[in-house]
Every structure is written in structure tokens, then in C-alpha cells.
């Protein structure tokens, strides 16, 4: 038996995901309780590799290692041989000999799959230009914190088929709910991760007619990390793509407003629609570090029952 890696959602079964959400709640929960008591990876060693720069995915991988009694190395390609060249699946087998678990936020999602099939100890996927996995468990505890089971329900993504897109066309086949994907022509997100995910995903064209109803709306920047060039053309084509609190009016009376952050207010929000009770970003955010440990846990320890 090989390592667990999570590299996308469909790494673990439905189950396993189910389990790791519940799990992240009872982590958050004890952590507020008692504080960073729970110890299990005394002297245990994370490698973080970071290609792309990063706030939230940094401070909530190196929190949760250090609360869990472990340490963190943060590794860049401008301090690493990874800068000069060295091949992906020497680096891989390298680490492997010296670290418990390895997290990458990186470009190349092939580059992430051949780091991970060269690997010996867990790799976690922290963003690649195709998923960003991480980040889909902390938006549905958020959902499963604030509104129960997310099953049957109904999500709407306004904007680019980015990354996040595809993650969320991922976690509405995983979590069992109903994704509306709206956004402009020539930014669908890749046919092939929509025709997997079947009936659980709608294509639409129409923001105000896509959050019509919904639980939940979440959206995006217009511009990824790598796309600032394209910013002019994507702020015209986005045109009407902003969400804003009139189109959270016309969801359900209980919706709530996701983004994973940052946020560029005025254009893809409204530049208050944080401040709106429904937005409920802050705790998404800092859900990261829950959700992450509980994904740490497992790949190390398995499912543990306390």
C-alpha cells in the first residue's frame, strides 16, 4: 500500500470526505474548548512547497502543524534546487527520506501527479492551474456549519471555470448537490471534469436566472494568479458577472456568499457585499486550518474515533 496523496477531491470516497468535514468541526470545536492540546505529530515534519505566493494556504498548513505538535518547512524555488532544475521525482524521492507529508501549491497539476507518483509519504495539492481541493473542504464545512447536510442542495458558481470551478464541479459528484455553473462564453470550465460530474452540474448564462433560489452563491476573481495581462478583456467580458446583494435577494431567504479569497470589491463583488450578513468569508477562511488538519490527520493517522 502507497501513500494517500490528495490531489483532488476524488482521491477520497464520498465517505471519507463526509467523515473529514464532520471531523474539521470537532477539531475546531476542541481547539476553541481547550486550545492547541492535541499533540498526535510531536517532531512529524510538513515540507511546503510554494511555486505560486500565498496567504491563507501558508499560515493554515504551518498553524495546524505547529498546533498539532509538528513543524513546517517552507521551501520556494528561489532557496531550493527545485529553482535550478533538479527533476520533479528526485526532489520527491528526496523529501521522502526526510519529511512525513509534503504540501505543493504549484502550476502544473501533471507536475503535482508526477511529484506525488514519485513520492513515498502523502503530497497534498494546495493549488495547481486545474484544482484547488483544499479549498473546497473548508467551503462546505462552512456550508455544513451554518446550514447542515449539503446534500440535495443547490450551489451557483458565478464567474471564470478556473480551478475553483472545477473543484466545485468535483464537490457537487462527491458531496451528492446540485452545482449551476454560470459564466460567459469561452470560460466554461473543461468539458471533460463536466461530463463526469453529469446531472449534478447545470451550464448556465444568466447570473440573476443562476442564483435564482439557490443556497449558496460563490464566485471568484476574473483574473488567476498568472492572467494580470488579460485583465482589461476578462473586466469586459465578466461585464454583469458581479455578484452583488440584489442577486443574493433572489436566492433563498437563507443563502449564503462564499469566495475564497482575496477579493478585488468592484469587480467581481459588489464593494460591500462583504459587509452583507450573508457573506460569510471570515469563518470560510479560517475554516481552512480546521479543514486542513482534519486532511492531515487522515492522511497520516487514518479516520480516528474521538
Not at 468541526?25 to 515540507?47: D, Q, S
Not at 501527479?113 to 495547481?128: D, H, K, R, Y
Not at 481552512?288 to 486532511?295: D, N, P, V
Request: glycine share 6%.
Amino acid at each position: 500500500m502507497g501513500p494517500r496523496h490528495f490531489l483532488t477531491l476524488l482521491d477520497l470516497s464520498p465517505e471519507e470526505l463526509r467523515y473529514l468535514i464532520q471531523r474539521a468541526i470537532t477539531i475546531k470545536n476542541g481547539l476553541k474548548a481547550h486550545g492547541p492540546t492535541y499533540t498526535p505529530f510531536t517532531n512529524r515534519t510538513m515540507a511546503m512547497i510554494f511555486e505560486k505566493s500565498s496567504t491563507r494556504t501558508r499560515v493554515s498548513f504551518e498553524t495546524g502543524m505547529a498546533q498539532f505538535g509538528g513543524h513546517a518547512l517552507f521551501l520556494s524555488p528561489r532557496d531550493t534546487q527545485l529553482g535550478r532544475g533538479e527533476p520533479i521525482s528526485d526532489t520527491a524521492r528526496v523529501l521522502s527520506e526526510m519529511v512525513d507529508l509534503v504540501m505543493i501549491r504549484t502550476f502544473s497539476h501533471a507536475g503535482l501527479e508526477e511529484f506525488a507518483a514519485a513520492s513515498s509519504v502523502p503530497v497534498i495539492n494546495a493549488l495547481t492551474d486545474d484544482y484547488h481541493p483544499c479549498q473546497l473542504l473548508a467551503d462546505v464545512m462552512t456550508w455544513t456549519e451554518l446550514r447542515g447536510s449539503v446534500r440535495g442542495r443547490t450551489a451557483v458558481w458565478i464567474g471564470d471555470g478556473n480551478n475553483m470551478c472545477h473543484s466545485w464541479i468535483n464537490a457537487a459528484r462527491q458531496f451528492d448537490f446540485n452545482l449551476r455553473v454560470c459564466c460567459p462564453e469561452g470560460y466554461e470550465p473543461r468539458e471533460d471534469i463536466m461530463a463526469a460530474a453529469g446531472d449534478h452540474v447545470t451550464l448556465m448564462r444568466d447570473p440573476m436566472a443562476a442564483a435564482q433560489g439557490a443556497d449558496l452563491i460563490t464566485t471568484d476573481v476574473w483574473a488567476s494568479m498568472g492572467q494580470e495581462e488579460e485583465q482589461a478583456k476578462r473586466e469586459a467580458d465578466f461585464a454583469g458577472f458581479q455578484v452583488t446583494e440584489s442577486m443574493l435577494d433572489t436566492a433563498a431567504d437563507d443563502v449564503l456568499f462564499l469566495h475564497c479569497l482575496p477579493a478585488h470589491r468592484g469587480e467581481e463583488i459588489s464593494t460591500t457585499l462583504l459587509d452583507d450578513p450573508r457573506a460569510v468569508v471570515w469563518q470560510e477562511a479560517g475554516n481552512r486550518l480546521h479543514a486542513q488538519k482534519a486532511l492531515i490527520e487522515f492522511l497520516l493517522l487514518g479516520q480516528v474515533n474521538h
